[in-house]
């Protein structure tokens, strides 16, 4: 058999026909043993093979389960970050291997193994990328985050808010940014809405006992500056990211009551900032470019995260704020967009798929 083109509908109907079976036509066994895990080390990235593996700045590996079920683990070097996602596999008669690793395609490869622990697939172009066999590292792995209880409110949520909790209601910023809805974290019911009065900052991310620090979203996006607001609507305190000389358009932030710091977080580095102190102070500043953050929490000395590119939760390292652990998405139907710790539990707020109705779940890390 010859390799053509990449197709989508012929790749398809080779995949069913290499991984499906009856009575009196098995599957033909594979021609070439690709059990396990495999980690690219040269040639071009076996998903975007115009560019090079060397050069796509995250690990890729390819790990062969039984029963033509796989999966693909991808890692960003600079973030942390680890998407996983499910994958089929199967051989044709004439022993090529046809992988579905995305959902828009699936690709032809001939497979060799130069020894037993390298695996090199061609493509339909004649490109060769190559393998070395890997046990699956825990820092390339998407945990499990059960879920303990669901609350699926009769409200929307505001894109942009996070999650706070003030020791007895979870809050959240609602739709449209006019009020904010405070939830009891037991039973999920919903206490009277407050008006946002003090519109400069509408959307909370964090707590300070019964005073909520938010941050503002304009028509420009994210401002410089958030503010500590008290249950009566006012600002009773101000970080101002300018002033302290870290320009920051702020995205995010948490409140860390054991040591009295916020944590602020943009798009090009977090900073953290002693809020107790008169005048602010700066204790520190990260420089990293790291985009797919939309809301932090501390559980205790862990550090939490919301990511932005696809519905998963992270746990942060508290000193590079790299992700050392990656979840998986919590439901199907859910997008996460806040998080808060509770004491010892972890809570987060979604949004269901294409809405914006509020669902608050505590879940296990």
């Known amino acids: 058999m010859s ?42 990235y076996l998903l975007e093979p115009e560019m090079d593996i060397t050069a796509i700045g995250s690990t890729f590996m390819l790990d062969f389960g039984a029963a033509a079920a796989g999966a693909t683990h991808l890692r960003l070097i600079r973030t942390g970050i680890v ?34 622990d390298t695996l090199a697939l061609t493509n339909v172009h004649g490109q060769e990328s190559v393998f070395a066999a ?13 879920i303990v209880a669901r609350h699926d409110l009769p409200v929307d949520a505001d894109y942009e808010t996070g999650l706070a909790y003030d020791g007895s209601r979870l809050w959240f ?13 037991e039973t999920g019911a919903i206490d009277a809405p407050r008006d946002v009065s003090f519109i400069a900052a509408p959307l909370v991310h964090g707590a300070q006992g019964a005073d909520l620090w938010r941050t503002s979203w304009g028509e420009n996006g994210p401002g410089p500056s958030v503010f500590r607001v008290d249950p009566g609507e006012e600002a009773i305190d101000k970080v101002d990211t300018i002033e ?15 040591t009295g710091t916020l944590l602020l977080h943009g798009t090009d580095a977090f900073v953290r900032i002693d809020a107790e ?33 696809s519905p998963v939760v992270l746990e942060l390292d508290p000193e590079t704020y790299r992700a050392i652990r990656t979840y998986g ?37």
């Open 329 to 365: 998405e919590l439901d199907p139907e859910l997008n996460a967009r806040g998080i808060a710790a509770a004491g010892d539990r972890l809570f987060v707020l979604a949004q269901r798929s294409r809405s914006s109705q509020a669902v608050i779940v505590e879940v296990a890390p």
């Open 244 to 258: 302290l000389g870290v320009p920051l358009e702020v995205r995010c932030l948490a409140y860390d009551a054991g």
């Open 134 to 146: 890997l046990v699956l590292p825990d820092s390339m792995q998407c945990r499990e985050m059960p």
């Open 83 to 116: 998407y996983c996602r499910p994958t089929l596999y199967g051989f044709t008669t004439d022993g090529v291997l046809v992988l579905a690793a995305n959902p828009e395609q699936s690709d032809l490869f001939r497979v060799a193994r130069p020894d037993a």
């Open 277 to 309: 102190a008169e005048p602010d102070r700066v204790i520190g500043s990260t420089s990293l470019p790291f985009q797919q953050v939309a809301a932090l929490a501390w559980l205790g000395p862990q550090l939490f995260a919301i990511g932005t590119s």
């Open 173 to 185: 910023t609602g739709r449209g940014q006019a009020a904010l809805i405070p939830v009891d974290p």
């Open 3 to 44: 390799l053509g083109p990449r197709t989508l509908g012929v790749a398809a109907i080779l995949l069913i026909a290499a991984t499906s079976a009856c009575d009196d036509d098995p599957v033909r066994p594979a021609p070439v043993d690709i059990a396990g895990t495999w980690h690219q080390v040269a040639g071009p």
